[in-house]
C-alpha cells in the first residue's frame, strides 16, 4: 500500500466535526442530488496534500469550516493532516498539522495548530509514497530546468474532476494549465518506471568517471605535446648525422616512431671507411642550399604573378565603377525619340544653335551605351576566375614561405653542427660527438612515460562513460515506455470492449507525446477529440487511468493508492433532482451503460486485492447489491457535506 484515504475531515469555526470515512482497497461511491459538496472533496484532498492554492469552492464550505484534514494510511502507519483554509482575499494558508503515528485518532479542533511547513509537508509524503531520487533533465537544445517528481506529479494520474472526466482534449488532471502538460511528459517516464531506479547513481557515476578521465587525458595531452616537439629535436639531430654521413638514407622521415629508430640504428650502424664518410661530408648542406635557391625563385615568380593578378582585378573594378558611372549619364539619352529627325547641329531638347560642331545623334548614343554595357558584362564574368586564381596565389605563397623556413631550420641546424665539428681534430672524434648527442637523447626517451597503460586506462574509462550515456539516452526511455504503454492498451481495449464504446474494435493506446488516447485504426490513427459522444469520453478516460493504476500497483510504482472519479454519470443522467429517480431506476441503455463503468471499477479494487482505492461521487445511485455494498454516503434531502446545522439556525 503506498497512500490511501481512510477519512476526510472538516472543522468547524466552534470545534465541531464532519468525518467522511472511506473503505480501504475498496471502491467508495458517495451518492447524493447536487449542491451537497460532493465536486469540492476532490479539492479538499488536494489541499491537504500539498496544493499552492486553495481552490475548494466559495460558498457554505469557506464560511463555515475553517480547517480540513485527511487522514492517510501508509505502509508503516497513519498520518492525519490537517490545513486552514484561507481568510477572504487570500489563495493559500501556510498553517499546517501534520502527524504521523502508528496508529492515529482523528485529532480535535483544540489541538490544531502549525508543525510543518508546505514545503515539508511535499517532501515528507513524497517519501512515505516511495518516490526516491528522480531527476527529469532537459536535452540541451531544450532551455528548461531539470525537474524533480514529488507527490504534486503523482497526483495528475488520482484525480478526475466532473469537467475533466468527460473532456475530449486531456486526459490528466490538470492539463488545461499552464506549464503542466510539460511537467506530466517529464515525470510520467519516472512514475512508470521507464527511467531506471538508479537514474540518478547514474547520473552521479557519470559525472565521476567524467571527473577521473579528465586528467588522464590532459596527461596524455601533455605527452603528445612532448612528442610534438621531440620530433622537431630529434630530426635535426638526424640532420645533422645525414650530413656527417652517420644516416645514408636521402629522406628524414616525419613520424616520431620513424625518427627514434632511425636514430637507434645510426647508433648499431657499421663502421664506415674515413673516405666514404669524407665524402659525404657536406652533401646534405649543399643540398639545403640548392632547395633554397629553388624556393626564392619560386617565391618572386609567385609574388609577381600575385601582383599581375591583384592589378588586374583593380584595374577591372575601376574599369566597372567608372563604365557604370559613364552608363548613368548615358541612360538619359533613352529619353529621347531616336526616330524623330532633328538637326545635327540643334539642342534635342529646345532646338536651339549649338554652335558650328556636328553633334551624335540619340541613335548612335543608345548603340554606345549597349556596347558599354556588354563590356562591363564581359568584365564582370572575369572577376570570380581572377578571385580564384589570386586566392591560389595566396596560398602558394604562404606554402613557399614555409618551406623556406622549414629549409632556414635545417641549414642552421647543419651549420652549427659544422661549425663544432671544426673544433675536433679528428674526423672520428666529430662522429662521436654526434653520436654521443644522440645516444644521450634516446637514454632520455625512457624518463618519457609509457602510454600504453594510460591509453588502456582512458580506453576502458571511455567504454564505461558510453555505456552509461547510452542507457540514459532519450531514445532508450522512449523505447521503454512505448513498451510499457503497449502493454497498458491491452487492457485499455479489452474494458473498451466491456464499456461497448465506440472504436473499440481497434486497439486503442496512451500517446504519452500528446497526452492523449488514440484508436489506431487501417486508415491511420483516430485521437479521442474525433472519437464520438460524452459516454466515449468519459468510458476513455476510465480506461487510461483504470490501466495506469493497475500498472502502478504491479509494478509498485511511487503513486498514491487511490483515484477519485467526480461524477462519471453525468452525460446519462440528468443533473436536474425531479428527474434523478426516475433516470435511476429506469430499465434502460443508459442505466446499463452507467453500471458497466462501475462494475469495471468494481471488479479492478477487487482484481487487485485491497491495494488500490477508487473514491467516485456521482448522482446515480444503482439498484444492484455490490453497487449498494459500495455506497458510503447517500447525500439527499439534508445530508449533505457540510453538516445543515453548522450554517442554519433554528427558527
Known amino acids: 500500500m503506498s497512500i490511501q484515504i481512510s477519512d476526510i475531515v472538516l472543522y468547524s469555526h466552534d470545534g465541531k466535526q464532519r468525518v467522511l470515512s472511506l473503505k480501504l482497497g475498496k471502491l467508495n461511491i458517495i451518492t447524493g442530488k447536487s449542491k451537497t459538496g460532493k465536486t469540492a472533496l476532490i479539492e479538499i ?13 466559495e460558498g457554505v464550505i469557506r464560511k463555515c469550516v475553517e480547517w480540513v484534514g485527511i487522514k492517510l494510511i501508509v505502509p508503516n502507519g497513519e498520518i492525519f493532516v490537517a490545513r486552514k483554509l484561507p481568510p477572504p482575499g487570500k489563495s493559500f494558508s501556510s498553517i499546517i498539522y501534520y502527524n504521523v503515528q502508528s496508529e492515529i485518532e482523528i485529532p480535535t479542533h483544540s489541538i490544531l495548530k502549525q508543525t510543518i511547513n508546505l514545503d515539508t509537508l511535499i517532501d515528507t509524503l513524497s517519501n512515505h509514497i516511495g518516490i526516491g531520487d528522480n531527476l527529469n533533465i532537459p536535452s540541451p537544445e531544450e532551455y528548461r530546468e531539470p525537474l524533480r517528481a514529488t507527490l504534486r506529479h503523482s ?26 502538460p510539460q511537467a506530466i511528459k517529464d515525470t510520467l517516464p519516472y512514475f512508470l518506471g521507464a527511467v531506471e531506479e538508479d537514474y540518478l547513481n547514474k547520473i552521479s557515476n557519470l559525472r565521476k568517471l567524467k571527473k577521473q578521465l579528465r586528467p588522464l587525458n590532459r596527461r596524455l595531452l601533455e605527452f603528445e605535446t612532448v612528442i610534438g616537439d621531440g620530433t622537431s629535436k630529434a630530426q635535426l639531430l638526424l640532420y645533422e648525422a645525414q650530413n656527417i654521413g652517420l644516416y645514408k638514407t636521402e629522406n628524414v622521415p616525419t613520424l616520431y616512431g620513424e625518427i627514434i629508430e632511425s636514430l637507434n640504428n645510426v647508433l648499431i650502424q657499421d663502421e664506415q671507411t674515413e673516405e666514404q664518410e669524407i665524402l659525404d661530408e657536406g652533401d646534405k648542406f649543399e643540398e639545403l642550399q640548392v632547395e633554397r635557391s629553388e624556393l626564392i625563385e619560386d617565391l618572386r615568380k609567385t609574388k609577381d604573378q600575385l601582383k599581375t593578378a591583384k592589378d588586374i582585378n583593380l584595374d577591372r573594378g575601376d574599369y566597372t565603377n567608372e563604365s557604370k558611372k559613364h552608363l548613368v549619364r548615358l541612360r538619359s539619352m533613352e529619353l529621347f525619340d531616336d526616330t524623330v529627325e532633328t538637326n545635327d547641329f540643334a539642342c534635342p531638347i529646345c532646338s536651339s544653335n549649338l554652335s558650328d560642331k556636328k553633334i551624335p545623334k540619340i541613335y548612335d548614343l543608345k548603340k554606345s551605351i549597349e556596347n558599354i554595357e556588354t563590356q562591363v558584362r564581359k568584365v564582370e564574368e572575369l572577376s570570380p576566375n581572377i578571385q580564384k586564381i589570386i586566392r591560389e596565389l595566396e596560398e602558394k605563397l604562404d606554402e613557399l614561405k614555409q618551406k623556406i623556413r622549414n629549409n632556414q631550420e635545417s641549414l642552421e641546424a647543419v651549420q652549427i653542427s659544422n661549425q663544432k665539428l671544426q673544433e675536433f681534430r679528428d674526423r672520428n672524434s666529430r662522429k662521436a660527438y654526434i653520436l654521443g648527442r644522440i645516444a644521450l637523447y634516446l637514454e632520455s626517451l625512457p624518463n618519457l612515460e ?15 562513460i558510453s555505456t552509461i550515456e547510452t542507457d540514459l539516452k532519450d531514445e532508450n526511455i522512449q523505447d521503454r515506455i512505448e513498451s510499457i ?10 474494458w473498451a470492449k466491456k464499456l461497448e464504446l465506440e472504436h473499440s474494435n481497434y486497439p486503442l493506446r496512451l500517446d504519452t ?5 488514440l484508436a489506431d485504426t487501417p486508415d491511420g490513427p483516430i485521437p479521442m477529440d474525433r472519437m464520438g459522444s460524452g459516454e466515449n469520453w468519459v468510458g476513455y478516460h476510465l480506461i487510461t487511468h483504470f490501466a495506469l493504476h493497475k500498472w502502478f500497483v504491479q509494478r509498485d510504482r511511487p503513486v498514491p493508492r487511490f483515484l477519485f472519479i467526480d461524477q462519471p454519470s453525468q452525460v446519462y443522467f440528468p443533473v436536474d433532482s425531479d428527474l ?3 433516470f435511476d431506476y429506469a430499465e434502460n441503455e443508459d442505466r446499463e451503460a452507467v453500471a458497466r463503468m462501475y462494475r469495471l471499477a468494481y471488479d479492478l479494487v477487487n482484481d487487485l ?5 477508487i473514491i467516485m461521487t456521482d448522482h446515480a445511485d444503482l439498484k444492484e447489491k455490490w453497487f449498494q455494498d459500495c455506497v458510503v454516503e447517500r447525500w439527499r434531502d439534508d445530508k449533505k457535506l457540510v453538516p445543515v446545522s453548522w450554517y442554519k439556525t433554528d427558527t
Open 45 to 57: 484532498i488536494d489541499y491537504c496534500l500539498g496544493s499552492d492554492e486553495c481552490r475548494i469552492p
Open 155 to 180: 497526483l495528475f494520474y488520482t484525480f478526475q474532476q466532473q469537467s475533466e472526466v468527460i473532456s475530449n482534449k486531456h486526459i490528466f488532471h490538470k492539463q488545461t494549465q499552464e506549464f503542466i
Open 450 to 464: 609509457d602510454t600504453s597503460g594510460l591509453k588502456l586506462e582512458i580506453e576502458i574509462l571511455e567504454e564505461q
Open 485 to 494: 504503454t503497449s502493454i497498458l492498451s491491452q487492457d485499455m481495449s479489452d
Open 513 to 517: 507525446k500528446r497526452l492523449t488516447i
Open 580 to 582: 434523478l429517480d426516475e
Open 609 to 613: 486485492e485491497a491495494n488500490f482505492q
